[in-house]
Structure formats: structure tokens, C-alpha cells
């Protein structure tokens, strides 16, 4: 409900915009519904893509600093849903050894971000496709085809002596390093995070950075 509530706002609001709204309902492989949403993305010939998951909720405020922030890959930042409601608050961003240190530009690079609220530039797709493995998926339509790649997929991280499997997200914003493109983080965006009629709104604070 508090998704719906808030692309409706966000789609009356850009009636100057072209835009347009789609959606991958009922997979279960997380990291190939994002796949088939860029494949069809871009045989619209966008030249952004915006991430938002269904248990996210948003001010058109804070989708406008997305869309308009002046990087290839920029995220909001939003808390993570934990299986104590009355835990610490967890955020879900992965952040550098230097920690979260604003550029002039008032964003904050990371190591990898959420996909929940993430745009990403087209140029970025472009020169993923020299690295990502081609894909096929016969449910596609013939002109969606030819931008089908593994963009995202599981990866594995390397860390104190052990194997972790590193979700889509984050193995995404890796792949995209490795070609260029550095992710970041914009502190200003204020989303909730939804469970029910719960509703998970931690966000970075000003003591968060440094």
C-alpha cells in the first residue's frame, strides 16, 4: 500500500517527464527479474533506470534528488527490516573503509548499495555488456531481446578467511567499479522500509558521517 500511495504521488508529479512504469511480479530469482526489467528498459530506449522495491516508500522530494543527482549510480539509503522490530537499527549500505564522507556534491560514495531505490545510468548497462555474460529468456519480446545480460547475479566475497555469497546488489555495484563506475549514496533521501504496518524509517544522520 505505502508503495502504491507513493508512485502514484511520484508519477502525478512528473507530468513534465517522460517516463514509464515497469514491472516483475511473482519471480523468484531475484537477480533475473532485475535483468529482464533493464532488458526491457532499454529496448525503450531510456537512458535511466530507477530501482524501487514494492515494500519501499518515498517522497517525490527524495525521487527527484535521485534521478537528478549528478552520478551514473545513486541509491537512497533505507534501514534494513530486522527480525527484532526493537533491534538496533541496521542500514542497508555497504560503506568504505573511510566511511561516509560527502563530496561537494553533497553525495557519499559507498562500497555497494541497496537495489530498494538505486538509478543507474544507461552509459553504465553499455559498458557492463563488454564483462556480463549474454542471456536468452524466451518470455521476452524479440526487440528486448539483444539487452538481456547477467548484469546482476550472486557473487561470493572473500572476507576474514571465509566465502560469503554477496547479493545482486552489492556484486552489481562491484561489476560496475571494476569497469569505471563508482556507486554513492545520497543522505538526504528519507525512505521507509515496509513490513506490514510496520514500518522501518532509520536513516543517516549527520553523526553517521564524517
Not at 532499454?42 to 522495491?53: M, P, Q, R, S, Y
Request: a negative charge.
Amino acid at each position: 500500500m505505502h508503495f502504491a500511495m507513493s508512485l502514484v504521488a511520484t508519477m502525478k508529479a512528473m507530468t513534465k517527464a517522460d517516463c514509464i512504469f515497469l514491472s516483475n511480479i511473482g519471480s523468484s530469482v531475484i537477480h533475473m527479474s532485475r535483468n529482464v526489467l533493464v532488458a526491457q528498459a532499454l529496448a525503450h530506449k531510456v537512458d535511466k533506470v530507477v530501482f524501487i522495491d514494492d515494500d519501499i516508500s518515498w517522497t517525490n522530494k527524495g525521487f527527484e534528488r535521485l534521478v537528478l543527482a549528478p552520478q551514473p549510480i545513486v541509491a537512497g539509503v533505507y534501514q534494513k527490516k530486522p527480525h527484532n522490530p526493537y533491534a538496533e537499527p541496521s542500514l542497508a549500505v555497504s560503506a568504505l573503509p573511510s566511511g561516509l564522507v560527502p563530496n561537494y556534491q553533497g553525495l557519499c560514495e559507498v562500497d555497494g548499495a541497496a537495489t530498494g531505490f538505486l538509478r543507474i545510468d544507461t552509459e553504465v548497462f553499455e559498458k557492463l555488456k563488454t564483462t556480463c555474460q549474454k542471456l536468452e529468456d524466451d518470455n521476452l519480446k524479440p526487440e528486448e531481446r539483444p539487452y538481456l545480460y547477467e548484469f546482476f547475479s550472486f557473487g561470493k566475497l572473500i572476507k576474514d578467511g571465509g566465502t560469503y555469497v554477496h547479493g545482486e546488489d552489492y556484486s552489481f555495484c562491484a561489476k560496475a567499479r571494476d569497469v569505471g563506475f563508482k556507486t554513492y549514496v545520497d543522505p538526504e533521501i528519507k525512505l521507509g522500509h515496509h513490513h506490514g504496518n510496520f514500518k522501518f524509517d532509520a536513516a543517516l544522520k549527520t553523526f553517521d558521517l564524517l
